[in-house]
């Protein structure tokens, strides 16, 4: 009995939270600036948050703060709620599996719904060869088992990772990561054989059209590593951390084709750009490239731990026996909470729909753009919008300003993420099922915050 009335509350809470803004205090309010003060006390100085405020329930489009502030969602965790928070299906087959059994461990006793994460990663992910695929927690782990997979394939050492490139904070992920602070600074010795190459970014790259900045990025692997030693390139088909950078028409595919050529695994790391967030299930999809290895995470699970290497069945069929695992990867809570994400994307046409919110917001973004001469760049694809600030008449970065909107934005109940190796952009990630009004409130009050902090920097 106790479970059911606990299970009908929780309902309860999630249902009823309106989809709209509201200001109960001033942000942060008095309740969320007591935790952060036991915050600072029992966490670790190292753990940051983007806003002061705590959360206390969450649903669609909308943060509710332990205040009674609701606050619009431009973040979605990091592009996690993909298919708004606490989404319905998601919640009902969490449930319906945390009543059945919580972990046995894949690699002791399977279950099927890992099985069936697998298959359907295997049809949804480009390409019509066979595929393989497996779990693991996070987008790290993931990228570091996709490294492993293509150095048993290629009995080769060397990775090609990218300027402004972003692939997490454990050591090998570490040494892929471009940006030193926060993410390495002080952290190192950092995984040997990685090497950096030139990305395409447009709006900094003068006239170098996408094949041209390939040739770049593949000539000096040539001279500087050596094809015949590379066993992966490692690229995201538009960056995250560094900047929601989408490169130039041609870049992907000239990639691709150059490892091709050159018995290099391509692997494409869609942690950020995966499951429908920028109006196709893959990035990739919209420069029709199809890479070998597929790195996803962050929306594959509504919220729940899961990441995934998915790709060709001979690669990833390498390694041998035990050679891949790990006792969580796959846990049944978050194989069940990712059935039902893609079902949702599904059911719910989110593919379409992202497609709709690049339109809305970029629209919106351009128009503001004619007036405010700092926002240099409006770029990125579906519900993966960015705008890079600099100082008028030019294209210095400009983080101070950056910084700036943001805290109006968060002061005013949106919240938001910045991202860029400079620290000056600001990055849209909205969940897919948010609407039309919460979109153009938020996007209100991100045109107030230019126009309120327009003086201290022209
Ligand atoms: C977030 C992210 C990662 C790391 O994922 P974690 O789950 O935080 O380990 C890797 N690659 C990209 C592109 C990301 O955005």
Same mark, same amino acid.
């Given at each position: 009995?106790?479970?059911?009335?606990?299970?009908?509350?929780?309902?309860?809470?999630?249902?009823?939270? #309106?989809?709209?803004?509201?200001?109960?205090?001033?942000?942060?309010?008095?309740?969320?600036?007591?935790?952060?003060?036991? $915050?600072?006390?029992?966490?670790?100085?190292?753990?940051?948050?983007?806003?002061?405020?705590?959360?206390?329930?969450?649903?669609?489009?909308?943060?509710?703060?332990?205040?009674?502030?609701?606050?619009?969602?431009?973040?979605?965790?990091?592009?996690?709620?993909?298919?708004?928070?606490?989404? =319905?299906?998601?919640?009902?087959?969490?449930?319906?599996?945390?009543?059945?059994?919580?972990?046995?461990?894949?690699?002791?006793?399977?279950?099927?719904?890992?099985?069936?994460?697998?298959?359907?990663?295997?049809?949804?992910?480009?390409?019509?060869?066979?595929?393989?695929?497996?779990?693991?927690?996070?987008?790290?782990?993931?990228?570091?088992?996709?490294?492993?997979?293509?150095?048993?394939?290629?009995?080769?050492?060397?990775?090609?990772?990218?300027?402004?490139?972003?692939?997490?904070?454990?050591?090998?992920?570490?040494?892929?990561?471009?940006?030193?602070?926060? !993410? $390495?600074?002080?952290?190192?010795?950092?995984?040997?054989?990685? !090497?950096?190459?030139?990305?395409?970014?447009? !709006?900094?790259?003068?006239?170098?059209?996408?094949?041209?900045?390939?040739?770049?990025?593949?000539?000096?692997?040539?001279?500087?590593?050596?094809?015949?030693?590379?066993?992966?390139?490692?690229?995201?088909?538009?960056?995250?951390?560094?900047?929601?950078?989408? =490169?130039?028409?041609?870049?992907?595919?000239?990639?691709?084709?150059?490892?091709?050529?050159?018995?290099?695994?391509?692997?494409?790391?869609?942690?950020?750009?995966?499951?429908?967030?920028?109006?196709?299930?893959?990035?990739?999809?919209?420069?029709?490239?199809?890479?070998?290895?597929?790195?996803? @995470?962050?929306?594959?699970?509504?919220?729940?731990?899961?990441? @995934?290497?998915?790709?060709?069945?001979?690669?990833?069929?390498?390694?041998?026996?035990?050679?891949?695992?790990?006792?969580?990867?796959?846990? =049944?809570?978050?194989? @069940? @909470?990712?059935?039902?994400?893609?079902?949702?994307?599904?059911?719910?046409?989110?593919?379409?729909?992202?497609?709709?919110?690049?339109?809305?917001?970029?629209?919106?973004?351009?128009?503001?753009?004619?007036?405010?001469?700092?926002?240099?760049?409006?770029?990125?694809?579906?519900?993966?919008?960015?705008?890079?600030?600099?100082?008028?008449?030019?294209?210095?970065?400009?983080?101070?300003?950056?910084?700036?909107?943001?805290?109006?934005?968060?002061?005013?109940?949106?919240?938001?993420?910045?991202?860029?190796?400079?620290?000056?952009?600001?990055?849209?990630?909205? #969940?897919?099922?948010?609407?039309?009004?919460?979109?153009?409130?938020?996007?209100?009050?991100?045109?107030?915050?230019?126009?309120?902090?327009?003086?201290?920097?022209?």
């Amino acid at each position: 009995m106790n479970a059911v009335t606990t299970t009908d509350s929780i309902a309860a809470s999630t249902t009823d939270l #309106p989809q709209r803004r509201h200001l109960a205090t001033t942000i942060p309010g008095p309740r969320s600036q007591q935790l952060m003060a036991a $915050k600072q006390t029992a966490v670790a100085l190292g753990v940051g948050t983007t806003m002061p405020v705590f959360a206390a329930r969450a649903a669609g489009g909308v943060v509710e703060d332990v205040d009674g502030n609701v606050l619009i969602d431009l973040g979605s965790g990091i592009a996690v709620t993909t298919v708004g928070s606490s989404a =319905p299906r998601v919640v009902d087959a969490v449930r319906d599996q945390v009543g059945r059994f919580t972990h046995t461990c894949f690699m002791v006793t399977p279950y099927e719904s890992y099985v069936q994460v697998a298959t359907r990663l295997n049809a949804l992910a480009p390409g019509t060869h066979e595929k393989r695929t497996a779990l693991f927690n996070s987008g790290a782990e993931a990228v570091e088992n996709a490294i492993k997979i293509a150095r048993v394939h290629t009995g080769r050492q060397a990775v090609v990772a990218f300027d402004h490139a972003y692939h997490g904070r454990t050591n090998l992920t570490m040494a892929l990561t471009a940006k030193s602070m926060p !993410y $390495k600074h002080g952290f190192g010795p950092f995984a040997p054989e990685v !090497y950096r190459a030139p990305l395409s970014y447009p !709006y900094r790259d003068g006239d170098i059209d996408g094949t041209a900045a390939a040739r770049r990025a593949t000539s000096l692997i040539e001279k500087q590593v050596g094809a015949d030693n590379v066993a992966a390139v490692i690229i995201e088909p538009i960056q995250g951390e560094g900047g929601f950078i989408v =490169p130039a028409a041609g870049f992907l595919a000239a990639l691709a084709a150059w490892c091709r050529d050159n018995g290099v695994i391509f692997i494409a790391d869609e942690v950020q750009t995966g499951f429908a967030r920028t109006g196709a299930m893959f990035a990739c999809e919209h420069e029709n490239v199809v890479p070998d290895l597929l790195v996803s @995470a962050k929306g594959i699970a509504g919220g729940l731990p899961l990441s @995934a290497v998915t790709g060709r069945a001979d690669v990833m069929d390498a390694p041998h026996v035990g050679g891949l695992g790990g006792t969580y990867g796959g846990n =049944p809570l978050a194989c @069940a @909470a990712a059935l039902a994400v893609m079902d949702t994307i599904e059911a719910d046409g989110l593919i379409g729909r992202a497609r709709q919110i690049e339109t809305l917001m970029t629209g919106r973004l351009r128009d503001l753009q004619t007036r405010q001469s700092r926002l240099g760049d409006v770029r990125g694809r579906g519900a993966m919008i960015a705008v890079e600030i600099v100082h008028p008449g030019g294209t210095d970065p400009d983080p101070d300003t950056t910084k700036a909107v943001a805290a109006f934005a968060h002061a005013h109940g949106v919240i938001v993420l910045t991202c860029g190796t400079h620290g000056n952009v600001l990055r849209f990630l909205p #969940p897919l099922t948010i609407s039309d009004d919460l979109l153009h409130e938020a996007l209100d009050i991100i045109e107030a915050a230019f126009d309120a902090t327009a003086g201290g920097h022209a």
